[in-house]
Each structure stands twice: as structure tokens, then as C-alpha cells.
């Protein structure tokens, strides 16, 4: 199975994108409307992002109907995840360490959150075992 991948959003770009993976898919004037409440933009400037976005892969149109319907291309996870691959190997020379823990000195982690992200490290220590018993087996 072949990774999808889109070129690094911009901060605009990333706004429209969190608008389509709330609503889902959307017209440029609902896409607009959403905007409009967070920043001064005018209708062509929504307009104009959304081609650009088209033209790069971020979304898609469908153009069935007389008013296109502009849908994410990636879901906000595989965004995220292609987003902190960039940084972690940008600024953190691909290590996962030096990032979370940046991350957890930057911003105070709840109790809640800390129990999450220990799941989440007891999770990958057992898949990451699994691979290497894999590995052995094949050898």
C-alpha cells in the first residue's frame, strides 16, 4: 500500500484544512462563512486558497454539481503524523526523545494526558518487541 503524501501546508492552508476535517466536505461560501468568524477574509481569498490547495493536493473538488464540494485529501491524522515527520527529522535530527520531550517542557502535560502518552509508549514497546521477534524468527 502506497503512503499519501501532499506537500507541508501553510498556516492558511492548514486553517481551511481543519474547517473540511471538522464539517467535512464543504462549499468555498461554508468554507468562508467558518473563516470569516476567526479572521477578516474575503470570499476570493477563500476562493483562491482552495485552488491553490487543489492544484498542490490538499484537497480535492468534486465538480459533479454547478457549486464545487472541496474535501481534504489526507486525514488530519495522516497530516499531523506527515507534519511531525518533517519536524522531527528538521529540528530534532529524527529523534523521537529529543521531540517529546520539548514538547512536554514547552506545555504543561494533565494527569490524563501524561496517562495517555504512557498507553501510548507501553504500545509501541510491544509492537516493537513484536518486530524484533519477527526479525529473529526470520533470521
Same mark, same amino acid.
Not at 467535512?24 to 486558497?49: C, F, M, N, W
Given at each position: 500500500?502506497?503512503?499519501? #503524501?501532499?506537500?507541508?501546508?501553510?498556516?492558511? !492552508?492548514?486553517?481551511?484544512?481543519?474547517?473540511?476535517?471538522?464539517?467535512?466536505?464543504?462549499?468555498?461560501?461554508?468554507?468562508? $462563512?467558518?473563516?470569516a468568524?476567526?479572521?477578516?477574509?474575503a470570499? #476570493?481569498? &477563500?476562493?483562491?486558497?482552495?485552488?491553490?490547495?487543489?492544484?498542490?493536493?490538499?484537497? *480535492?473538488?468534486? !465538480?459533479?454539481?454547478?457549486?464545487?464540494?472541496?474535501? &481534504?485529501?489526507l486525514? *488530519? *491524522?495522516?497530516t499531523?503524523?506527515q507534519?511531525?515527520? $518533517?519536524?522531527?527529522?528538521? &529540528?530534532?535530527?529524527?529523534s523521537?526523545?529529543?521531540?517529546?520531550?520539548?514538547?512536554?517542557?514547552?506545555?504543561?502535560?494533565?494527569? *490524563?494526558?501524561?496517562?495517555?502518552?504512557?498507553?501510548?509508549? $507501553?504500545?509501541?514497546?510491544?509492537?516493537?518487541?513484536?518486530?524484533?521477534?519477527?526479525?529473529?524468527?526470520?533470521?
Amino acid at each position: 500500500m502506497s503512503k499519501l #503524501t501532499a506537500p507541508k501546508p501553510t498556516d492558511a !492552508e492548514l486553517a481551511i484544512l481543519r474547517i473540511l476535517w471538522e464539517r467535512g466536505p464543504s462549499t468555498v461560501r461554508q468554507v468562508h $462563512d467558518i473563516l470569516a468568524h476567526e479572521r477578516q477574509a474575503a470570499y #476570493t481569498t &477563500a476562493l483562491k486558497l482552495l485552488q491553490i490547495m487543489t492544484e498542490k493536493g490538499l484537497v *480535492e473538488r468534486d !465538480e459533479r454539481d454547478r457549486t464545487h464540494i472541496y474535501r &481534504a485529501r489526507l486525514s *488530519e *491524522e495522516q497530516t499531523q503524523r506527515q507534519l511531525v515527520r $518533517d519536524l522531527l527529522d528538521r &529540528a530534532f535530527g529524527g529523534s523521537s526523545m529529543k521531540l517529546v520531550m520539548q514538547a512536554l517542557a514547552t506545555k504543561r502535560a494533565s494527569a *490524563e494526558e501524561l496517562r495517555d502518552i504512557r498507553r501510548a509508549i $507501553d504500545g509501541a514497546r510491544t509492537e516493537n518487541a513484536r518486530e524484533v521477534r519477527r526479525d529473529d524468527a526470520n533470521d
